[in-house]
């Protein structure tokens, strides 16, 4: 199971915003991770935590970019975390190996096609709508059922434009239109994603459901889901402290 270290360059995500807030700062936070066993760095410049607003595209990339171009240069495979086509483009170009989209493709029409056009990684996410009106459609019949047949929709439009199977990662999307109740069912009945055949990227790190009145107060929940996922056929855990991590999966 690999540990992809999340690395917000923002100054309003949910755990650690504004702690890199600075190219050199991140760059730093990033080489921190590479000598604590990362295997993948997830580059991100635009906040999706519950409420936030969004950024411009030229914002976006000022973040991303010149941090994506220095760590590539190092031994990690870097991610970059965006909904939009355009950004995933020049940070493919400038290093990224793939591209995360917490959209699923949903918030760009012209994210699937430059995805199959730069044949990159691509993780898919369940996805029902932008971080400041998520919370209110945490409306389901039976999550899991709901989420497959959701995110089918969006694999099938994906592989339609022409990305190739092999180059798919899902993601449940835990935290995003999605209550407690919804993270601990999907976590529990998680081989019903791991059979649909596709590598599955949990990203539970940190987040409200795990308890706590802070995000820090989560890690050593969140410590004990990764924990919980070895040996179930996970391809990677999305986590803020990558050191506890690393040492639970290859304890």
Not at 238 to 249: D, E, F, L, Q, T
Request: charged share 25%; proline share 3%.
């Amino acid at each position: 199971m690999l540990v992809m270290g999340i690395l917000n360059v923002t100054p309003d995500s949910f755990a650690d915003g504004g702690l890199h807030f600075d190219t050199s700062l991140a760059v730093a936070h990033g080489l921190e991770m590479i000598e604590d066993g990362v295997d993948i760095i997830d580059v991100g410049g635009e906040s999706t935590r519950p409420g936030a607003e969004r950024v411009s595209a030229e914002e976006e990339q000022s973040r991303v970019i010149p941090v994506i171009r220095e760590l590539a240069q190092h031994s990690a495979v870097i991610s970059i975390d965006t909904m939009r086509a355009s950004t995933a483009k020049v940070a493919i170009e400038a290093g990224a190996k793939i591209v995360n989209d917490v959209s699923g493709g949903a918030a760009d029409p012209e994210m699937f096609s430059t995805v199959a056009t730069l044949g990159c990684k691509y993780t898919l996410m369940h996805w029902r709508g932008h971080s400041k009106d998520m919370n209110s459609k945490a409306i389901y019949d039976d999550v899991v059922v709901d989420v497959i047949q959701e995110v089918t929709i969006q694999l099938d439009k994906a592989l339609a434009a022409g990305i190739k199977r092999e180059n798919i990662i899902l993601d449940p999307g835990i935290g995003f239109a999605k209550d407690a109740e919804h993270n601990w069912e999907i976590l529990n009945r998680i081989d019903e994603f791991v059979v649909l055949g596709y590598p599955v990227l949990i990203g539970h790190s940190r987040k409200r459901f795990l308890g706590g009145e802070s995000p820090d107060q989560r890690e050593a929940a969140t410590v004990e889901v990764t924990q919980s996922l070895v040996g179930k056929g996970i391809w990677g855990v999305r986590v803020h402290g990558v050191k506890a991590n690393v040492k639970a999966i290859r304890a």
